[in-house]
């Protein structure tokens, strides 16, 4: 059974950074993608951005692009999510998600491509 495990949200700054970490168990997860949503209070959930452990591909959202970086470590079977330059706008829930279907263009930006979901950690920007 696969599981998503996110931590290390918290309470930081405008300006300043903060890593998110997902383990992810139950599978064998180089043949999936991994990423990351937000939910924001009002607001639809988003994507944010995904990885392909397999050849390393990954994608981000417009708002996050060159401030935030996705990465995979297999050894850990952990992906990371590193955010510099907050914004009080990325204060959101961060779920971490994963699929093995195999997406194309905008499916990669729908949540309901995806099965596997954690339970999300809290990410809040102060100005």
């Known amino acids: 059974q696969v599981q998503l495990q996110e931590s290390g949200g918290g309470f930081v700054q405008a300006g300043e950074s903060l890593r998110v970490s997902c383990i992810a168990s139950g599978r064998k997860f180089d043949s999936f993608a991994l990423g990351w949503f937000r939910q924001a209070p009002g607001k639809e959930r988003e994507f944010v951005a995904r990885?392909?452990?397999?050849?390393?591909?990954?994608d981000y959202a417009d708002s996050v692009k060159g401030r935030f970086t996705i990465d995979y470590d297999s050894s850990k079977s952990t992906v990371y999510l590193q955010m510099n330059s907050l914004k009080p706008d990325d204060t959101a829930v961060y779920y971490c998600?994963?699929?093995?279907?195999?997406?194309?263009?905008?499916?990669?930006?729908?949540?309901?491509?995806?099965?596997?979901w954690g339970q999300g950690t809290q990410v809040t920007v102060s100005s």
């Open positions: 990885i392909k452990p397999l050849g390393g591909s990954d």
């Open positions: 998600v994963a699929t093995d279907r195999i997406l194309m263009g905008s499916m990669w930006y729908q949540t309901w491509n995806y099965e596997y």
